[in-house]
């Protein structure tokens, strides 16, 4: 009886881990959303001008991309929306490319408001005890309809902050970095091997992939090499992973649409595969450099997530 009982108390601790995990990575998404849409909604009139006007060349064009996914917080939605200005004939092939390159750049801004939550217990808890009053604060501005997107706005970054406040308990509470199966499983895979830099990077593609969301999967990594569970260059790898895997979207978006929009969506889709190719020639020498860069020693898992906002940046620039 004693036996099964520990057996049922486990279980209960394992289903309440994985369901503050799914819980929090859902408030990560629904923040995202959230302020994305809000986002949109206020410059979304100005965007169709501007991205006719800002992309004369290709460096407005990487511009315009970088300022518009930085203010929407989604690539997807800057590819997406660029996709279907080439559909209907607003942006040339080579102008939208521009833009696309541009919003890979923008994204990186993502990683770096995630690491601003996790990279240390200080920060970590100045930022989330911002979100209780941002709440009343949001609540109060939707209820003046004169201010509402803004609300909806302040109301997506709370959620989001939230979300990853939540991982990062999650992931400390866990232990990861002290448990033996975990430890184990990651050890199994020889760091320096090219087999397991493909293996992780594949799986950092299908997770993006399946959860439709690079943000996500990027959080679920910085909580991993944080705790010291996974070593730095599996991470990494999982982040070159999520930039293929985030590629889906626009190519699905793209199947009913005209040859040149087809043809963006590829673009994005090949431009990255590139990209990923030619890291991996350099990977150890530039993940090091990284490391420099970021002044992770290799003694303080918590700059972790620093350091892989740092490759993110890099490797998109």
């Given at each position: 009886?004693?036996?099964?009982?520990?057996?049922?108390?486990?279980?209960?601790?394992?289903?309440?881990?994985?369901f503050r995990?799914?819980?929090?990575?859902?408030?990560l998404?629904?923040?995202?959303?959230?302020m994305?849409?809000?986002?949109?909604?206020?410059?979304?009139?100005?965007?169709?001008?501007?991205?006719?006007?800002?992309?004369?060349?290709?460096?407005?064009?990487?511009?315009?991309?970088?300022?518009?996914?930085?203010?929407v917080?989604?690539?997807?939605?800057?590819?997406?929306?660029?996709?279907?200005?080439?559909?209907?004939?607003?942006?040339?092939?080579?102008?939208?490319?521009?833009?696309?390159?541009g919003?890979?750049?923008g994204?990186?801004?993502?990683?770096?408001i995630?690491?601003?939550?996790?990279?240390?217990?200080?920060?970590?808890?100045?930022?989330?005890?911002?979100?209780?009053?941002?709440?009343?604060?949001?609540?109060?501005?939707?209820?003046?309809?004169?201010?509402?997107?803004?609300?909806?706005?302040?109301?997506?970054?709370?959620f989001?902050?939230?979300?990853?406040g939540?991982?990062?308990?999650?992931?400390?509470?866990?232990?990861?970095g002290?448990?033996?199966?975990?430890?184990?499983?990651?050890?199994?895979?020889?760091?320096n091997?090219?087999?397991?830099?493909i293996?992780?990077l594949?799986?950092?593609?299908?997770?993006?992939?399946?959860?439709?969301?690079?943000?996500?999967?990027?959080?679920?990594?910085?909580?991993?090499?944080?705790?010291g569970?996974?070593?730095?260059?599996?991470?990494?790898?999982l982040?070159?992973?999520?930039?293929?895997?985030?590629?889906?979207?626009s190519?699905?978006?793209?199947?009913?649409?005209?040859?040149?929009?087809?043809?963006?969506?590829?673009?994005?889709?090949?431009?990255?595969?590139?990209?990923?190719?030619?890291i991996?020639?350099?990977?150890?020498?530039?993940?090091?450099?990284?490391?420099?860069?970021?002044?992770?020693d290799?003694?303080?898992?918590?700059?972790?997530?620093?350091?892989?906002?740092?490759?993110h940046?890099?490797?998109?620039?």
């Amino acid at each position: 009886f004693c036996i099964f009982a520990k057996v049922m108390e486990d279980s209960q601790s394992v289903f309440f881990v994985v369901f503050r995990l799914l819980g929090a990575l859902a408030l990560l998404i629904f923040g995202m959303k959230r302020m994305s849409e809000a986002l949109q909604k206020m410059a979304g009139p100005q965007l169709r001008h501007v991205l006719g006007r800002m992309t004369t060349n290709r460096l407005t064009g990487v511009l315009t991309g970088v300022l518009v996914t930085a203010a929407v917080q989604s690539s997807t939605a800057t590819t997406v929306m660029t996709v279907s200005f080439v559909n209907a004939g607003l942006l040339t092939l080579a102008q939208a490319i521009s833009v696309i390159m541009g919003a890979n750049i923008g994204t990186t801004l993502t990683a770096w408001i995630m690491s601003a939550g996790m990279v240390g217990s200080s920060v970590a808890f100045s930022v989330t005890d911002l979100i209780w009053p941002a709440f009343v604060v949001a609540m109060f501005l939707i209820y003046r309809k004169k201010h509402e997107t803004l609300g909806d706005f302040l109301f997506g970054i709370s959620f989001l902050f939230l979300g990853l406040g939540t991982l990062r308990q999650t992931g400390t509470d866990m232990n990861l970095g002290e448990n033996p199966a975990v430890l184990a499983f990651f050890s199994s895979f020889d760091p320096n091997s090219f087999t397991t830099t493909i293996l992780f990077l594949l799986i950092g593609g299908v997770l993006t992939m399946c959860v439709q969301s690079s943000a996500a999967v990027m959080a679920i990594t910085m909580i991993l090499c944080s705790s010291g569970a996974l070593p730095i260059y599996q991470g990494i790898a999982l982040v070159m992973g999520e930039n293929i895997g985030t590629t889906v979207t626009s190519n699905l978006a793209a199947l009913s649409a005209s040859t040149q929009a087809r043809r963006a969506a590829f673009a994005h889709m090949f431009f990255n595969l590139f990209g990923v190719c030619w890291i991996l020639v350099i990977f150890h020498p530039f993940i090091d450099f990284v490391c420099n860069l970021a002044g992770y020693d290799g003694t303080n898992p918590d700059r972790l997530s620093v350091v892989l906002a740092t490759f993110h940046t890099c490797f998109n620039l």
